[in-house]
């Protein structure tokens, strides 16, 4: 995704993704446009909370 996002201004989805099938990464333009607009997962919202917590109570080495 973040490859993506990165080049697509450039590249545009669909070439991308029919290189990166070429190269053997399954990826199709309709798989990567509902990822952009799936809301995030209950895990990945809890994992944010919990960096940010330990973030603010971790002592700089």
Do not use: N, W
């Amino acid at each position: 995704m973040a490859y993506i996002d990165a080049h697509r201004g450039e590249f545009g989805v669909e070439p991308i993704c029919r290189v990166l099938r070429d190269a053997g990464v399954q990826i199709a333009p309709s798989t990567y446009y509902a990822a952009k607009t799936r809301p995030p997962s209950a895990r990945s919202v809890s994992d944010a909370a919990t960096t940010a917590v330990i973030a603010k109570v971790a002592l700089p080495l």
